[in-house]
């Protein structure tokens, strides 16, 4: 094992030229434009995992291709030897808006500790970590105690619509005890953490249109309705003034909060001044009667992330514009299921549509809510090699975020997964400066070294 | 007389020509990148104007330039011979949205009688008329009964702004019985019409100011305000379900319909089927107890001119937008006050901006609406030229759309304006597919070569 930690911790600098040159594809799944990086960044993965000597492959799909990448078989090995995957993405969120950037987001820059670009932490940077853990067993011919194979995908951003197909149809060969996915976060370099719930989503895009085209609003307006008004009128009822979404039904299947989960979360590290800082406001907003912490892991919400509708240049243009649109995303909580929520999100939008306007709603990517239970011995095993690698007691915790595929990994291989995310709460990820924190990077291929033993014990 | 009335009928196929010469200048006055297309089609205008025998000069201001040409003087002429302004605009509203349009904004396309492009009917074509008709009386060297001085400004659509110091500066040269402006609209080609009244404008700039970074909506949604639901939460708040604006004391200054007028509105054609296929919508929308014709022209309205933040391309993009943008115009009608209107709505947006919100309000141009007597003289006289022109009779209205400049010549030159519009109900002003109909264009120059006979009567 010492030859494993010596291997890593004498070839760093490698491991970071090698992360930037992982960063400088601009691998964004949601923008049609970037297929052909997406295809390029998959295949050097394919020749990266094959160099360190992995068995490699990349699979199309419907979509943009998953990455394969296995440890070698070991000759005689029993039929009970442990079998685990580890799951990343290196698909990145759209970078815009550009000017924002401090450095181009696909051009990596240093800056201390600190990796600056967009994916670093979102996810290359940490499924890397794993893929360092595991080059360091191999190219010092330690034994590894168990069988690893890494599925890496490139529709994570846009809701790893074909992965639940392709799981399908290698269910034989993915056949595992758990899955490691490091996609989540710690909320400090001392509270190394397992997130053992993730927030669900739902997706929508709603357009209303008004009148056939953009009217003088001097000469037409007053006569007819506005869409942008109408849009304005109707999204401002989906929230009350306590913070929750308004929406008929929505919390009936949210589980309440248990009070051991509420004791975790206070002791989590959390100062208010610190975090309006990070956020960059004066004053938070949130649902009552819940903690910041709470609100933001463990209760669902609904948020308009972004809205268009007729001019926006320079200067003014006197019109009633055709037509408003708004994309929405609500994030989901246990038992809340993203079906469901759709429909009452779009019959309820459907109640509030004025008949002087036409209404489309458009549902996107759902994920389901997860919640594992953070006592198993996987879990514990995790805790043991996140304390190992980082020096100190991990917490457990919920996440905000979604990782729709969880859910798949769950009901099609039947394995839990373990969520060890290295990723700071001031990584930016989904935002301009996205970052990645090199000890995260270091200590996160340490954690994954140690995490092969810790499982198969 | 017959000698003008001829070489109008003799010349239209030229004056098409030379129609499509200006619209082709991109003189769009909100857009920065169109400064020198603007210069450009001054420059046309000022070689145009001395080709027909008018004097003509470029005038800069601290915007875009003023064109002024006059017809020559009349040796010995008397101190009371009359003189007239006439006004009008050379630029044109921003062409957007390009993909609407059947054919490119600033190539002109002839199809029957209607010619498209950006500034064909507002305002080029009927500011060309009022040219033709008196090149017609120089190039037949038929006596004009009355000095004539044309004003075309090029900062119309963005408020013009410098009109008002340029008149100031100008007053003694731009000293006048009456201002000829042909900016407004017919009902029908059946219909020419003498307005009387214009609603004024208030345009506003609304920026909402959340986190300082678009923030991942996983990881931190729920515990920070978004601005853009509080800027629909605020902007729905804005009109209430009758169709009136909700803003306290915007009614106050509201003159109340006269009983003639909400009976010369009854007369005025109109179809509410038609209409609606016109705006292409299922079902009007405007205050309750007014009918559309009140609502459009008589009646204050506020508009939401356009939405902006977060993310608006392709797919979804999973945050929580760091700012909100709108852009609203009210419109105004007697006695209402521009100035005042700003203050209230501000204050009344500060009201409803949550503590959680960093609010930033931009006014922009402002314009007071208009009023005039329908039975001066001046408007008798404008009316038998329409009539002779026409061969119908004409109707008095009120128009909704603004034309800011119409206070200034009242205050500054103490004239009124006689308001002889030219555009059809489908011309699309400000919209795609912006067309002038020709018979529109004949029929003004033979109305505006009549008008000076009857004025000077």
């Not at 709603?361 to 304390?387: C, D, M, N, W």
Request: with cysteine; proline share 8%; charged share 20%.
């Amino acid at each position: 094992m010492q030859a494993v930690l010596d291997y890593l911790a004498q070839n760093q600098n490698r491991f970071l030229e090698e992360l930037c040159a992982y960063v400088r594809f601009p691998s964004v799944s949601a923008q049609p434009q970037h297929r052909g990086d997406l295809l390029a960044c998959a295949e050097w993965l394919v020749q990266h995992c094959q160099s360190i000597g992995l068995k490699a492959r990349l699979c199309p799909t419907a979509g943009h291709p998953v990455v394969i990448a296995s440890t070698p078989v070991v000759p005689g090995a029993s039929a009970k030897r442990p079998r685990f995957l580890v799951y990343g993405h290196y698909d990145v969120q759209p970078p815009e808006p550009f000017e924002l950037w401090t450095s181009p987001p696909f051009e990596p820059r240093l800056e201390g500790r600190s990796l600056f670009a967009r994916g670093a932490t979102d996810n290359k940077g940490q499924n890397l970590a794993h893929l360092k853990a595991v080059e360091a067993y191999l190219k010092t011919n330690t034994p590894l105690p168990c069988d690893i194979t890494f599925v890496l995908e490139g529709e994570e951003e846009v809701g790893s619509k074909s992965l639940g197909d392709f799981l399908l149809a290698n269910q034989a060969e993915l056949a595992c005890d758990a899955i490691v996915i490091s996609d989540t976060g710690m909320p400090s370099k001392k509270h190394p953490a397992l997130t053992y719930a993730l927030r669900g989503i739902a997706a929508f895009e709603v357009t209303l249109h008004g009148p056939a085209r953009d009217l003088h609003s001097g000469i037409f307006g007053g006569t007819v309705d506005n869409p942008a008004m109408a849009l304005c009128q109707m999204l401002g009822k989906l929230r009350d003034k306590n913070g929750r979404v308004a929406i008929p039904g929505f919390y009936d299947q949210v589980k309440p909060l248990a009070a051991f989960e509420r004791k975790q979360f206070a002791r989590l590290p959390y100062k208010e001044s610190d975090y309006k800082k990070l956020l960059g406001v004066k004053q938070l907003f949130g649902e009552k009667g819940y903690t910041p912490i709470e609100q933001r892991s463990a209760r669902p919400t609904l948020e308009i992330n972004g809205l268009t509708s007729g001019y926006q240049g320079e200067g003014s243009k006197t019109i009633v514009p055709s037509w408003a649109r708004v994309k929405i995303t609500t994030r989901l909580v246990p038992d809340q299921n993203p079906a469901r929520i759709i429909k009452l999100v779009q019959q309820h939008l459907k109640k509030l549509c004025p008949p002087s306007i036409r209404m489309e709603i458009t549902a996107g990517h759902g994920a389901e809510p997860y919640l594992v239970s953070p006592t198993s011995p996987h879990a514990q095993a995790a805790l043991r090699a996140l304390k190992s690698a980082f020096g100190c007691e991990p917490v457990i915790m919920r996440e905000g975020g979604s990782i729709p595929i969880v859910n798949s990994f769950k009901k099609i291989l039947g394995a839990d997964a373990l969520m060890l995310g290295l990723a700071l709460p001031d990584d930016n990820a989904h935002s301009p400066n996205e970052k990645f924190d090199l000890d995260c990077f270091e200590k996160g291929q340490v954690m994954s070294a140690q995490l092969w033993q810790e499982l198969s014990k």
